[in-house]
T-cell receptor, first 115, second 117 residues
Framework: AQKVTQAQTEISVVEKEDVTLDCVYE???????LFWYKQPPSGELVFLIR??????QNEISGRYSWNFQKSTSSFNFTITASQVVDSAVYFC????????????FGKGTSLLVTP | GAGVSQSPSNKVTEKGKDVELRCDPI?????LYWYRQSLGQGLEFLIY????????KSGLPSDRFSAERTGGSVSTLTIQRTQQEDSAVYLC???????????????FGQGTRLTVV
């Protein structure tokens, strides 16, 4: 069963628009981690954020912000004032104790930002 | 090393041949992962090594796939009797520790692009 669901396969926005990438996860564990990674056209996977299950504080880093809500099992990612350089595939991932903390990735959301 | 290193970066092989893909994780990282990414697809989990524990092989797609990690460091992914559907980018990642107390982000290598002709 898919433990991480990224329902949006592709999103296209115009530069300067805000965009939210959804991530819904499934776990029975109380101890787990959530991650977001970016994969630009060059192919390398770049780590963006890690959040543990005991910290529901939202986080902001520049134009990026993350909203973690355990009540809805969601860990959404918002890019404010998007730029062309934000074009990439974004992956959400779950790491849980019952799986030995192996990383389980969603299928990714391809974001295209056009000028 | 400074990062996760994978070799070769590209490999073209004939259908039916065996291939070996190598991953050098970041020094000191105890957790090591192999993933496969087909063209335009997501990351398919293959296998996970954590310290001296038995590896999680639940993602290996068939018995033609195997992996080992010698001395808790370098890992080799072997694909026997390659098929065209094995063509993909094979990504290796390592992290400092796969346990709760020390769980950190995984760092990825550049991948090996395997093409089976």
């Amino acid at each position: 069963a898919q433990k991480v669901t990224q329902a949006q396969t592709e999103i296209s926005v115009v530069e300067k628009e805000d965009v939210t990438l959804d991530c819904v996860y499934e776990t029975r564990d109380t101890t787990y981690y959530l991650f977001w990674y970016k994969q630009p056209p060059s192919g390398e996977l770049v780590f963006l954020i890690r959040r543990n299950s005991f910290d529901e504080q939202n986080e902001i880093s520049g134009r990026y912000s993350w909203n973690f809500q355990k009540s809805t099992s969601s860990f959404n990612f918002t890019i404010t004032a998007s730029q062309v350089v934000d074009s990439a595939v974004y992956f959400c991932a779950l790491s849980e104790a019952s799986s030995g903390y192996a990383l389980n990735f969603g299928k990714g959301t391809s974001l295209l930002v056009t000028p | 090393g400074a990062g996760v290193s994978q070799s070769p970066s590209n490999k073209v092989t004939e259908k039916g041949k065996d291939v070996e893909l190598r991953c050098d994780p970041i020094s000191g990282h105890t957790a090591l992962y192999w993933y496969r990414q087909s063209l335009g697809q997501g990351l398919e989990f293959l296998i996970y090594f954590q310290g001296n524990s038995a590896p999680d092989k639940s993602g290996l797609p068939s018995d033609r796939f195997s992996a080992e990690r010698t001395g808790g460091s370098v890992s080799t992914l072997t694909i026997q009797r390659t098929q065209q559907e094995d063509s993909a980018v094979y990504l290796c990642a390592s992290s400092l520790d796969g346990t709760y107390l020390m769980n950190t982000e995984a760092f990825f290598g550049q991948g090996t692009r395997l093409t089976v002709v």
